[in-house]
Structure formats: structure tokens, C-alpha cells
């Protein structure tokens, strides 16, 4: 039994999507999530800002001897997952491996991917993708505005309507049943998207992919935690607005029962 916390970051509120999985997959388990406001968006930033950020924040976490860190971004992971691994003797899973093997169990032969300009720029998800599974053909669509009009709590607004609109074109012309929502925020947009592309699309959420990754990483390596009364926090590097009722949506519950702070103070 390993009582040490499972370290999430993410550059805003998207990776709550994933903290919330998790959390609800693995409910023994002490959580700690650094949502990295002062520098959002991350999907617009040069890739040298992107790996600074990692490392700050991955060095917080390190920090409050987390066992196991997961990026909850999918512009890190596609741009600096390999540099935190040669700088962290820490296992490191960001969201991209973990879908990938999920849809490699799946038969699936068309995909697209949605995902941040940086994300979509970088080719991780195709590239991954192409390497693990034969013949799969990539529609991807870089989509700018979602992950901040996410953050501002207006993804159901006409204007989050209205980009989603647009940005689902590629996929209704090629016919795609399957996309990857390849940023954390995304998930935010799951029921828009739907009324957009017909319920029949199937859309691959990384919290979940993820969240089954390190379940039985941790069972695996024996470093998961059989203990209750877990505790999650969750920190801020900038105070944000409309972070609590946004993170209050996502998670299901009240949020009023963990913490939010600009500060890391505790250990689990």
C-alpha cells in the first residue's frame, strides 16, 4: 500500500476532466491537482514555454512527493513527456499513450483527433497513432478558441456553439464516427458535439483512457493505495474567476470540499 498522492497538472481547468475520472476510478487514492492558470493557454505557446512549464510544475509535484504524475494536458504531453522523463525519476503518463492503446483494442480503422493548435502542430496523436495501429487513417482539426472559451465557463454559449460547429466540418465530410478529444477542456463540449454530429459518434475521452492506465499501473507496481478516507486538493497558480463553479460542473460534487489555493502547502 502506497499512501502517497497521484500528482495531476493541467493549464487550467480541462484536467479536471481527467482528475475527475480518476478519482472516481480510484476513490482510495490521495490526489493533488495543479491547474496552471498565471500561464494559460499553454496551446498557443512556443514549445520551449511548454517544456519550462512542465518542469515548474512537475518539480511542485515532485515537491509533495507524488507518487506517480500524470499530465493532464495534451500540449505537453505532446511536446515535453519525453524531456520530463529524462529529468524525473518519477513515472510520468501523460494522455496520449493511454488512448492509443485503448483504440488499438478497438478495431478501429478512421479517427479524428481535435485538439490544441500546439497539439495538432507537434503530429504526437497521428504519429502515435500510425506507429501503434496499421492502417489507421487521421482526420485531425486544430481547434484554437475551445479551450478558452472552456475556461471562461461559455462552452454551451453561442459562440462555444458556434466553434464547435465549425470545427466538426472535416469529420462530417469524411464521414467520421470516432474522434479523440485530444485536450483536456474538450470533454467540456461532449453534449455539444453530440447535437452537432448525431449521437451515434463515438467521443474518446482521455480522462477515462487514462484513468484505467493508471489504475493498473499502480496495481501492477503495487503502489496503489487500499487505505480510505482519501483527500484531493486542488491548487492554482493565478486565482481564476470562474474556476470553482466550472470545476463544481465537472466533478459532480460539491467543490467546497477540497481546497483551492495559490499555494501548495500539505502532504498527503
Known amino acids: ?17 481527467v482528475f475527475s475520472e480518476i478519482r472516481k476510478n480510484m476513490p482510495n487514492e490521495n490526489i493533488i491537482y495543479l491547474g496552471d492558470t498565471a500561464n494559460f493557454p499553454y496551446g498557443n505557446r512556443s514549445k520551449k514555454e511548454i517544456i519550462e512549464f ?5 518539480k511542485k509535484l515532485v515537491i509533495q512527493n507524488a507518487k506517480i504524475i500524470v499530465i493532464a494536458c495534451g500540449t505537453v504531453t505532446s511536446q515535453a513527456i519525453d524531456v520530463l ?3 524525473f525519476d518519477i513515472p510520468i503518463i501523460g494522455i496520449i499513450e493511454p488512448t492509443v492503446e485503448y483504440i488499438k483494442n478497438q478495431n478501429i480503422k478512421e479517427i479524428g483527433v481535435i485538439a490544441t493548435e500546439g497539439t495538432i502542430r507537434s503530429g ?8 501503434n495501429i496499421k492502417g489507421i487513417s487521421v482526420v485531425n482539426k486544430a481547434c484554437p478558441m475551445l479551450a478558452t472559451i472552456a475556461e471562461e465557463g461559455r462552452a454551451e454559449s453561442e459562440e462555444g456553439k458556434a466553434a464547435i460547429k465549425e470545427y466538426m466540418e472535416p469529420f462530417k465530410q469524411n ?8 485536450c483536456t477542456h474538450f470533454p467540456i ?4 458535439i453530440k447535437e452537432e454530429m448525431g449521437y451515434d459518434i463515438e467521443l474518446i475521452n482521455t480522462g477515462v483512457t487514462v484513468s484505467e492506465y493508471v489504475k493498473k499501473f499502480l496495481e501492477d507496481n503495487k503502489l496503489n493505495n487500499i487505505g480510505k478516507n482519501s483527500k484531493q486538493y486542488i491548487y492554482l497558480t493565478k ?3 470562474e474556476f470553482k463553479n466550472i470545476a463544481k460542473n465537472i466533478m459532480k460534487v460539491d467543490i467546497d470540499i477540497m481546497e483551492i489555493n495559490n499555494k501548495i502547502t500539505p502532504k498527503c
Not at 512542465?54 to 512537475?58: D, G, H, K, R, Y
Not at 504526437?124 to 506507429?131: D, R, Y
Open 85 to 87: 522523463h529524462e529529468k
Open 124 to 131: 504526437a496523436w497521428e504519429k502515435t497513432l500510425k506507429e
Open 1 to 17: 500500500m502506497d499512501k502517497r498522492a497521484i500528482g495531476i497538472f493541467d493549464s487550467g481547468v480541462g484536467g479536471l476532466t
Open 239 to 241: 486565482p481564476e474567476r
Open 54 to 58: 512542465a518542469i515548474e510544475n512537475t
Open 175 to 182: 464521414n467520421i464516427k470516432q474522434i479523440i478529444l485530444g
Open 189 to 192: 463540449y461532449e453534449k455539444i
